[in-house]
């Protein structure tokens, strides 16, 4: 049965995509049967896996959503796309914009996402779900559906400002919807260790919330990562010898840890 992970923040330019290629990608070469789910109306995920114009795609994550809503019988199979490094991929893109107004409707909005995944995880160990920037009814949703969360943030002072609401919603959604609900923990990403402000961000995190959260090790800045999103593959395929790589590598026996 499938652990179902939610990538969430509410700020943009974390770091979120990136995180969510890469575990997966990281959990899949570590033998786990893993699927990505993009569900931000920027289609981020699907476009770096290398799938070219999301917003021309007939079958994504809010099609699916909008099928089991209508009670219409999905295949398993439906819309899962297959990635070069081994991993299950379902694009999303501009109709999950839609999809957020159509969920206004809906009795039981905050539990479509976890209905349909139900019929999805005997088929994996690990269902990644990269969330769009907000705070609204889709993270709701995923939120709902998720064993975990892990938080991606900049190593800078205006990305930890909105942890603490993020922690917050991830807290009332806990207590009214899906009890379960855990933080698995935080990744300081693109860190540059040379610089005194990224240390002394790191030090905040860990002095402010490592007690209670998980700190994970750090992601390190990268060129050679940005570069991953054109070529539409996994840092351990274009660079698996650099410190990026191998940084993604602990982060995944830190994962596997909670197994």
Known sequence: MAKVIAVV?????????TVTINLGIGLAKAG???????????????????FDEPDSMDVTIA??????INDIDIPAEKGVLRHQEGVDVIPGNIELSGLEVT??????????????LQRLRPLYDYIL????PSLGILTVNVLAASDSVIIPIKAEKPSTRGLQQ??????????????????RGIIPNMVDVRTK???????????????????????PQSTRMAETSAEGISIFCHDAAGKAAEAYENLIREVLQYE
């Open 9 to 17: 923040n509410q700020k943009g330019g974390v770091g979120k995509t």
């Open 32 to 50: 786990k049967k893993v699927l990505l789910i993009d569900f931000d109306p920027q289609g981020s995920l699907t476009d770096c896996m290398g």
């Open 63 to 68: 099609s699916i959503l909008v099928d089991s």
């Open 103 to 116: 969920l206004v409707n809906i009795m039981c909005r905050e539990m479509v996402l976890k209905n349909y």
């Open 129 to 132: 779900i990269d969330c769009l």
């Open 166 to 183: 993020l922690i917050r919603t991830i807290g009332k959604v806990r207590q009214n919807i899906n009890p379960n609900l855990q933080i």
């Open 197 to 219: 402000y990224h240390k002394d961000t790191i030090d905040m995190l860990k002095e402010s919330y490592g007690d209670v959260i998980r700190i994970f090790n750090y992601i």
